[in-house]
């Protein structure tokens, strides 16, 4: 007898599992995955913070089985089924989960911060703090208390994340249309001088010619000149007066 793989053993137990798995409840997690906060997938897929990637694509499994559009008949079920898919790919995407949980662990750190800054106030468990060496913390970050607070954490740090990404993408594009803008008012602004340069050329022939007739009407009026005669002195319209030429 051949061996079984264990994988497929697996999926086919989630597949009978969720063959008998309630319409109303199929509605329930569409309703969940839809409502999760958009930008942290971990949501999506129901995980914690430090899940492994074999979690990531089990989780996955169950889920997207669980919201099949040709298992389930919620109108949203296909959106449902997207939204997983992302949330998967993103996090097996290394740079992408690289940043998610950086932002997890800079959610952690203020966290704690605030924590301490509200031992000092509390004197009864600043002294248990102490005295457990670190246990007291340790229990407070695996109570529900701390992982509710990390993910409301984690959503404001992704928040202002998106939100710095958005307006520098804004500002990005703005500059890049001002680049185009000026590329283009550039471009008319050659095109307009050459088509001048052209119609200069396009001319030539017709100044030249203009030139030389100017030139040639010039050099006969030298020629054939006829000049007004002078007035003499006693002319009555004393329109012209010769000055009397002193003789020595």
């Known amino acids: 007898m051949g061996e079984t793989n264990p994988a497929t053993d697996e999926d086919l137990l989630l597949k009978n599992f969720y063959a008998e798995v309630s ?20 949501e999506h897929l ?25 298992k389930c008949k919620h109108p949203k079920a296909k959106e ?55 246990k007291y913390d340790q229990q407070y970050e695996e109570s529900e208390e701390f992982q509710q607070e990390l993910r409301i954490k984690v959503r404001e740090l992704l928040t202002e994340q998106e939100w710095r990404r958005r307006k520098m993408q804004m500002r990005i594009s703005e500059e890049e249309g001002r680049l185009k803008r000026d590329e283009e008012e550039q471009k008319e602004m050659w095109k307009r001088k050459r088509e001048h340069e052209e119609q200069w050329e396009g001319t030539r022939e017709q100044r030249v010619s203009s030139w030389r007739d100017f030139m040639k009407a010039g050099k006969k009026g030298k ?8 007035l003499k002195t006693e002319d009555p319209n004393k329109s012209y007066v010769q000055r009397p030429v002193k003789r020595g």
């Open 80 to 134: 449902a089924f997207g939204a997983l898919a992302k949330a998967q790919q993103l996090l097996l995407d290394q740079n992408e989960r690289d940043y998610l949980l950086s932002q997890v662990n800079s959610a952690k750190e203020e966290l704690r911060t605030k924590r301490k800054k509200q031992l000092k106030k509390d004197t009864a468990s600043k002294i248990k703090s102490l005295v457990e060496e670190g």
């Open 23 to 42: 319409e109303v409840e199929r509605d329930n997690e569409v309703v969940r995955i839809l409502s999760c906060f958009k930008l942290n997938p971990f």
């Open 223 to 230: 020629k054939g000149e006829i000049r007004p005669p002078k």
């Open 46 to 70: 129901n995980l914690p913070f430090d899940s492994s990637l074999y979690d990531v694509k089990k989780q996955y499994r169950k889920l997207s089985l669980m919201v099949h559009p040709d």
